[in-house]
């Protein structure tokens, strides 16, 4: 019983890395499957990869700009279905 224990406990210890990077993508507008399947084959390959590109579209002001207008349309759009309804 201890073994299948201790074999519990490490593949839930092995788990976080993928699961860390399918919710860091998912966050991000990426795929969760597909970043959580990445963090199994190469655990710490594929969290720097994702954290290079997260990196890399944090610092393009471009896509901040961006991604600030999109949010804003986003809250007009929600504040827009709400006077519709009332």
Do not use: H
């Not at 890399?56 to 709400?82: D, F, H």
């Amino acid at each position: 019983m201890p073994f299948l224990d201790m074999l519990l406990v490490m593949a839930v210890a092995i788990s976080f890395i993928p699961i860390l990077t399918g919710y860091c993508a998912q966050s991000r507008g990426r795929s969760f499957w597909l970043w959580f399947a990445l963090g199994w084959l190469l655990p710490l390959a594929s969290f720097f990869l994702l954290f290079a590109l997260i990196a890399r579209e944090e610092l393009n002001p471009g896509r901040r700009l961006l991604g600030e207008a999109r949010q804003i349309l986003r809250e007009a759009e929600e504040k827009a279905k709400a006077l519709a309804r009332e």
